[in-house]
């Protein structure tokens, strides 16, 4: 081992270690990208059909964008007021909202004792709801003014992700081509084909994932609406949102739901458990195998932990991005693994019925 050889070792070594060591205070700017990237991949296919309407590129991205950037701010301004106006009630006045879950507790409790015929407690006493709900109140107050930062920095990183996404789709085919240059000429075909089916994949789940929450978020709102229940659209919009996060957001959408209809009144709270559920059945069993036919092909019990995984490294940001990062990698798994082992493994011959099998086949003398 000569000296220049450890040099080097040592210098690439210290150089991943710093390229790591920058990734990690930068990993905010990092995901930033990840989802601008994402988001594109999801928009191209609407940029590609008002390309064969001869609508100009830059036009058709601009457009795209921004019919994104109005519904969402649109629908934001929908959404928030209802809600920051309720909680700043409850953070004002702790009595108003210990008050309801009292209420709802005593419904609850004379209504299953009307079906059951016998006498039901839930074991709770309204003074330990009292205290319960002071501390909550109290974290609430003390968490506030970094919650308002928090939604302020949404609001700048959604900026954020729609100008990395502009400047993505001006930029992706010499970024493309960058990239393919970066492999050998026999393997650039293939390279081709894994960012092609990368980028094909993520825009369809994605896609699938957005068409999933606006139809269940649309039926909800108008249910809700047709019995009345108060502050329908922020309730179906979080149960929407929920709902984008695989397995387990349907059952955290009906909960949120619930809870948030629960501050109104005990007989909106069970409207809204029944129809969320309801909706959860057709989105779990009709929606979701239709629509996202072309989307990830795990094992429920995996999705369950990529999920898990990216809630804890991301929250939940890392939660919607787990399903399509774990999507990536396993096709990177599939052409640069699976693939080249299969293709190592080729038939021999037939013996008795059976097809024999040669790792390493021979190369045929000459």
């Not at 270690?17 to 594109?40: C, D, E, G, K, R």
């Not at 709802?104 to 709770?124: C, H, Q, V, Y």
């Not at 949404?154 to 990395?164: D, T, V």
């Not at 809630?311 to 787990?322: E, P």
């Amino acid at each position: 081992m000569t000296l220049a050889f450890i040099f080097k070792a040592t210098l690439t070594i210290f150089v991943a270690l710093a390229l790591a060591y920058v990734v990690a205070l930068t990993l905010n700017v990092w995901v930033s990208v990840l989802v601008a990237i994402v988001v594109a991949s999801a928009l191209r296919k609407p940029i590609l059909r008002l390309r064969e309407w001869r609508v100009p590129q830059p036009v058709a991205v601009l457009t795209v964008y921004g019919i994104l950037a109005v519904s969402t701010f649109t629908l934001l301004v929908l959404v928030l007021p209802p809600v920051v106006n309720q909680l700043t009630g409850y953070l004002t006045n702790e009595d108003r909202l210990a008050n309801r879950i009292i209420t709802a507790k005593n419904w609850i409790e004379r209504t299953a004792t009307d079906l059951t015929g016998s006498p039901f407690e839930m074991g709770i006493e309204s003074e330990n709801i009292r205290d319960a709900v002071t501390d909550l109140l109290q974290q609430l107050r003390v968490t506030a003014p970094s919650l308002l930062g928090n939604a302020t920095g949404f609001i700048g990183e959604f900026i954020l992700i729609i100008a990395m996404g502009l400047y993505w789709m001006s930029t992706r085919e010499r970024a493309e081509a960058f990239l393919v240059e970066l492999t050998p000429l026999s393997r650039r075909p293939q390279a081709q084909a894994i960012l092609n089916e990368i980028e094909t994949g993520l825009g369809s789940y994605v896609r699938s994932i957005v068409l999933v929450s606006v139809l269940v978020g649309s039926a909800c709102f108008i249910i809700l609406t047709i019995f009345r229940i108060p502050n329908a659209v922020s309730i179906s919009f979080f149960y929407a949102v929920a709902t984008a996060i695989p397995i387990i957001g349907g059952l955290i959408g009906v909960v949120l739901a619930t809870f948030l209809a629960l501050l109104s009144s005990p007989s909106a709270a069970v409207i809204v458990l029944l129809v969320t559920f309801f909706l959860q059945q057709v989105e779990n069993y009709w929606l979701t195998p239709r629509l996202m036919s072309q989307g990830s092909d795990f094992d429920p019990l995996l999705v369950v932990v990529f999920v898990s995984m990216g809630f804890t490294l991301g929250g939940v940001t890392g939660g919607l991005l787990a399903i399509p990062v774990a999507g990536t990698v396993s096709i990177l798994v599939k052409h640069l693994i699976l693939e080249p082992r299969k293709a190592s493994v080729t038939p021999t011959r037939i013996d008795g019925g059976v097809l024999l099998l040669n790792e390493h086949p021979e190369l045929p003398k000459a």
